[in-house]
C-alpha cells in the first residue's frame, strides 16, 4: 500500500513520518506534497490507497483535494483530514466528499494508529471486493485440485496477488462440523490484522474442518508470519468459540498459490502426529518431525490394577505415564495409539476371565465416540480411560453374580416371546460367552433356556387360545412360531393334546350347563 501525506507545514509532515510505523501497518511508500498542486501530481502518477491532508493550505485546500480526487481522478483512494479547528461546516462537507475520518492535530501517534488501522481494514476490503469481482469465485473442484498440487495457470493467475493460509478446525467427535462450516464459508467475515478472509471451506473424513484463508500480498509483506498468525488465531478462536464447541486449532504458514499442496501436506502430517490439550492452537512455523519410538508404559503394573479393579490408581497410572511423555517430548498420536491398544488389550484379557465378551460390551455409540476422538486431544484420552475402566470393573462384578445375570435374562424372555430367541443372542445381551451365560441361568432355574422358553411360550399359549378369538395360527406366529405343524406338536408334547382340542375342551369346562 502507498499512502500520501499532504500540509503546507513541513514539521507536520516530518512528524507523521517519524513517528508513525507505516512499513509495520503495511505500507511500502510513504509520498509527501507541500500543496494541494503536488499532490493531484503525484495521485495522477502512481496510485496511492490513503491520503492524509490538512484542511487549511494555500493554492486550494484539502476539500479542493477531494473534490477533485473524487470528481475527477475518479479515485477511492480514502483520506484522513487532519486540521488545527473543529469545524462543524468543515466536518460536515468533508463528510459528503466521502472523507473517511476527521483528526484535530496535533497527531497522537498511538490514537492516530488506531484510526489509521480502520482505514487500513477498510482499503484491504474494498481491495478484496475488486478482486472478487474481477476473477470469479473459485469452484470447489478447482480448489481441491490446488490442495492436491493440480493447480492451472488460470487458477494460479487469480490468486498471484494473494496470499494463502491453511487452518484445521478440529472440533470433537459430538460437535457437528457443519455449523462451523456455515461460520467460516461464507466469506463475509474477515480475522486478525491484516485482514484474512475465508476463501474456501470443506469438511475432510476425520471429522475435521479445512479452512483456507486469503489475504493480499501487499498486507503481508512488512509483516513475519508469527505476529500475524497468532493474533489470527486468537481471533478465529474468539469467533468460533460462538458455535459452543470444543475445539483444536492447526494452523499452517502463509504461502502463494503454488506452494499450497507442499504446505497443506505438511500440516496434514502436523494434525496427523501431534498430541494436543483440548481448545489448543498449534502453528506450522513452530513444527518440527520428530521419530519418537514408543516406551510401554508397565504392562503387568496395568494388569494388577485392572484384576484389583482400582480405577483411581489406574487413572492416577495412565496420567503419570502420559504426563511423563509430554515432558520428555516423547508424546504424539502414535504414543496415544500405541498406549490406548496396550490398555485395551489388559481390559480384554480380564474380561475374558470372567467370560466377559469385550466386543460386545464396547460397542456402544458412546463408547465408538469416545474412542475415535481419544488420539485428538489428551483430555479425551483421560475420559475413554475412565469409561473403559468402570465399564470393564462393573460388569465383571455383574458377569459374577449368577442371579443377577440370570434374572436379567429371565425378565428379557418373559417381555419378548414373540422374538427369535437364541442362547448366541441372549447372550449378547449380557455381553457373556453363550456357554458361560447358558451355565449361570440353569444353575439359578434348575433348567436350561431353550426348556424355559419353550415352557413360557407354551404357558402364554394355553391362555391365549382360550381367552383370545383369533385363529389358532396367529396365536403361534405371535409367540415366535412361524411353523405351525412344529408348534402343533410341540404344543400336544407339553400339553398332551392339540391346541384345537384344548380349545374346545377348555372352553367347554367354562360354559354354564
Request: proline share 4%; glycine share 4%; net charge negative.
Amino acid at each position: 500500500m502507498k499512502v500520501l501525506l499532504v500540509d503546507d507545514d513541513r514539521f507536520v509532515l516530518n512528524v507523521l513520518e517519524q513517528t508513525i510505523a507505516w512499513g509495520k501497518l503495511g505500507f511500502t511508500d510513504v509520498l509527501q506534497a507541500a500543496n494541494m498542486h503536488q499532490a493531484q501530481a503525484l495521485l495522477k502518477s502512481t496510485p496511492i490507497d490513503l491520503v492524509i491532508s490538512d484542511i487549511e493550505m494555500p493554492q486550494g485546500s484539502g476539500l479542493d483535494l477531494l473534490e477533485w480526487l473524487r470528481h475527477e481522478l475518479k479515485s477511492s483512494a480514502e483520506l484522513i483530514f487532519l486540521t488545527n479547528y473543529a469545524d462543524f461546516n468543515y466536518a460536515q462537507k468533508a463528510i459528503e466528499l466521502g472523507s473517511f475520518d476527521y483528526y484535530l492535530k496535533p497527531v497522537i501517534p498511538d490514537t492516530f494508529t488506531t484510526v489509521l488501522n480502520k482505514a487500513i481494514a477498510k482499503i484491504q476490503a474494498k481491495k478484496q471486493t475488486a478482486a472478487r469481482r474481477a476473477h470469479p469465485a473459485l469452484t470447489a473442484a478447482a480448489w481441491h485440485r490446488l490442495l492436491n498440487g493440480q493447480e492451472s495457470a488460470e487458477t494460479a493467475a487469480q490468486l498471484e496477488d494473494s496470499d494463502l493460509l491453511p487452518v484445521i478446525v478440529q472440533p470433537e467427535r459430538g460437535s457437528k462440523v457443519s455449523a462451523l462450516h456455515l461460520r467460516l464459508s461464507d466469506g463475509q467475515e474477515t480475522f486478525g490484522t491484516p485482514a484474512f478472509t475465508p476463501a474456501f471451506a470443506f469438511p475432510d473424513n476425520n471429522h475435521r474442518l479445512v479452512l483456507l484463508l486469503k489475504t493480499p500480498k501487499t498486507a503481508t509483506t512488512a509483516t513475519s508470519a508469527i505476529t500475524s498468525l497468532v493474533p489470527l488465531g486468537q481471533a478465529l478462536r474468539e469467533a468460533l468459540s460462538d458455535e459452543h464447541t470444543n475445539f483444536t486449532l492447526f494452523i499452517g504458514t502463509l504461502t502463494p498459490a503454488k506452494q499450497l499442496a507442499a504446505v497443506y501436506q505438511q500440516l496434514t502430517l502436523m494434525v496427523a502426529e501431534l498430541a494436543v490439550h483440548r481448545n489448543s492452537i498449534h502453528f506450522l512455523s513452530f513444527y518440527h518431525h520428530r521419530q519418537i519410538d514408543y516406551l510401554e508404559p508397565d504392562l503387568q503394573l496395568i494388569s494388577q490394577l485392572i484384576g484389583k479393579k482400582a480405577g483411581k490408581e489406574l487413572h492416577d497410572y495412565c496420567q503419570q505415564y502420559l504426563q511423563t511423555c509430554l515432558t520428555e517430548q516423547r508424546l504424539n498420536r502414535r504414543t496415544l495409539r500405541n498406549f490406548r491398544e496396550d490398555l485395551l488389550q489388559q481390559i480384554y484379557v480380564e474380561l475374558q476371565r470372567h467370560n466377559v465378551q469385550a466386543h460386545k460390551l464396547f460397542s456402544s455409540r458412546e463408547y465408538q465416540s469416545l474412542y475415535l476422538d481419544s488420539l485428538n486431544n489428551l483430555e479425551i484420552m483421560f475420559d475413554f480411560i475412565d469409561y473403559v475402566t468402570a465399564s470393564a470393573f462393573s460388569y465383571a462384578e455383574f458377569a459374577d453374580s449368577s442371579i443377577s445375570v440370570a434374572q436379567r435374562l429371565q425378565k428379557y424372555i418373559d417381555s419378548h416371546l414373540g422374538d427369535d430367541l437364541t442362547r448366541e443372542s441372549l447372550a449378547e445381551i449380557v455381553y457373556l460367552n453363550p456357554d458361560y451365560a447358558a451355565k449361570l441361568f440353569k444353575d439359578e432355574f434348575g433348567l436350561s433356556i431353550n426348556h424355559y422358553i419353550i415352557n413360557r411360550r407354551i404357558a402364554v399359549a394355553q391362555h391365549l387360545i382360550v381367552t383370545d378369538n383369533r385363529p389358532i395360527n396367529q396365536i403361534a406366529e405371535s409367540l415366535g412360531y412361524t411353523n405351525f405343524s412344529y408348534f402343533t406338536r410341540l404344543f400336544k408334547r407339553e400339553v398332551g393334546q392339540t391346541p384345537m382340542a384344548y380349545r374346545h375342551q377348555q372352553r367347554a369346562l367354562q360354559s354354564p350347563v
